[in-house]
């Protein structure tokens, strides 16, 4: 079965750091794009960052630049999120997903983890 | 604020038609495909509708989707109860490059 599993999410203060681990199992992870995406309580879905294949491209959202960094480790099938001087405004719930298109540009997800949350207050 | 514009709800009976427009740019939708995400509540964003007008294996044939231009339109038909859900649309922005979402459409059954 084609899954993905996040963790790593949990309370932290404000300025504070988190690393969440996205684990992927059941397909070849090496050969799919991947995505985060998180979503505020009770708000709509808003895409964090991406990553190719071979880490080669990435990209992030402007309210994540300069704070969070998206890498993977194809060997083990994880994609992971570092998110460093965390902000009240960056509480939500993080979803890791694929990627399937032959460019971001005209991909699409197509699985999607549950979730995890994350919560940034003192 | 949102880079996509959908209306924020919508509604129908049962066995009904409804669409909810997704409106974007020339570096969004103008430019790239559009995918429609379900989203039951206290769940996982779900496929819908993949480069304009696709469907996902499992996805039942009442979901349509079509593009025109910088505009986007998902379409049930045969509204059913479970139909019940948020619905995104996303897309690709060339400018700056990342994937942006409509800000969801609530879908109330009646």
């Known amino acids: 079965e084609v899954q993905l599993v996040e963790s790593g999410g949990g309370l932290v203060k404000p300025e504070g750091s988190l690393r969440l681990t996205c684990a992927a199992s059941?397909?070849?992870?090496?050969?799919?794009?991947m995505n985060w995406v998180r979503q505020a309580p009770g708000k709509g879905l808003e895409w964090v960052s991406s990553?190719?294949?071979?880490?080669?491209?990435?990209y992030y959202a402007d309210s994540v630049k300069g704070r969070f960094t998206i890498s993977r480790d194809n060997a083990r099938n994880s994609l992971y999120l570092q998110m460093n001087s965390l902000r009240a405004e960056d509480t939500a719930v993080y979803y890791c997903?694929?990627?399937?298109?032959?460019?971001?540009?005209?991909?699409?997800?197509?699985?999607w983890g549950q979730g995890t949350m994350v919560t940034v207050s003192s | 604020q949102s880079v996509l514009t959908q209306p924020p709800s919508a509604s129908g009976t049962p066995g009904q038609r409804v669409t909810i427009s997704c409106s974007g740019s020339?570096?969004?939708?103008?430019?790239?495909?559009v995918n429609w995400y379900q989203q039951l509540p206290g769940t996982a964003p779900k496929l819908l509708i993949y480069?304009?007008?696709q469907r996902p294996s499992g996805v039942p044939d009442r979901f349509s989707g079509s593009k025109s231009g910088t505009s986007a339109s998902l379409a049930i038909s045969g509204l059913q109860s479970e139909d019940e859900a948020d619905y995104y649309c996303?897309?690709?922005?060339?400018?700056?490059?990342?994937?942006?979402f409509g800000g969801g459409t609530k879908l109330t059954v009646l």
């Open positions: 997903a694929r990627e399937v298109g032959v460019a971001l540009r005209f991909a699409h997800s197509d699985i």
């Open positions: 059941g397909y070849s992870f090496a050969q799919y794009d």
């Open positions: 990553i190719t294949t071979s880490s080669h491209y990435i």
């Open positions: 020339s570096s969004n939708i103008g430019s790239n495909t």
């Open positions: 480069g304009n007008n």
């Open positions: 996303a897309a690709w922005d060339d400018s700056p490059n990342g994937r942006v």
